[in-house]
């Protein structure tokens, strides 16, 4: 399974991005797609997860700005994110979860400026 992100860039406070991961395989064959972020000299934290029933979940510094859906035509998970400030500037992956197996796409870089 092949993971792609991409929908990064450059933006002001304020505004906002959708960040896309196209999967070789169908989404919903996943137990879990998950966002995780890493900011230069953090860890790499988990942002938000959708479950193979489509149930959400977020890490609470997204709660309420971040989205996270997919779409099974498109074998593609996606986020929102509205309301971006600077502490959100990290490279963000997406994660597919099956059974026995764990798959990570390369990153994408999103840059908040004030």
């Known amino acids: 399974v092949q993971l792609q992100a991409s929908g990064g860039g450059s933006v002001q406070a304020g505004g906002s991005l959708r960040l896309s991961c196209a999967a070789s395989?169908?989404?919903?064959?996943?137990?879990?797609a998950a966002w995780y972020r890493q900011a230069p000299g953090k860890e790499r934290e988990l942002v938000a997860t959708?479950?193979?029933?489509?149930?959400?979940a977020y890490a609470d510094f997204v709660k309420g700005r971040f989205t996270i859906s997919r779409d099974a035509s498109k074998n593609t998970v996606f986020l929102q994110m509205r309301s971006l400030n600077p502490d959100d500037t990290a490279v963000y992956y997406c994660?597919?979860?099956?059974?026995?197996?764990?798959?990570w796409g390369q990153g994408t870089q999103v840059t908040v400026s004030s």
């Open positions: 994660n597919a979860r099956q059974v026995f197996d764990e798959y």
């Open positions: 395989t169908n989404v919903l064959y996943f137990n879990i």
């Open positions: 959708i479950n193979g029933r489509g149930a959400t």
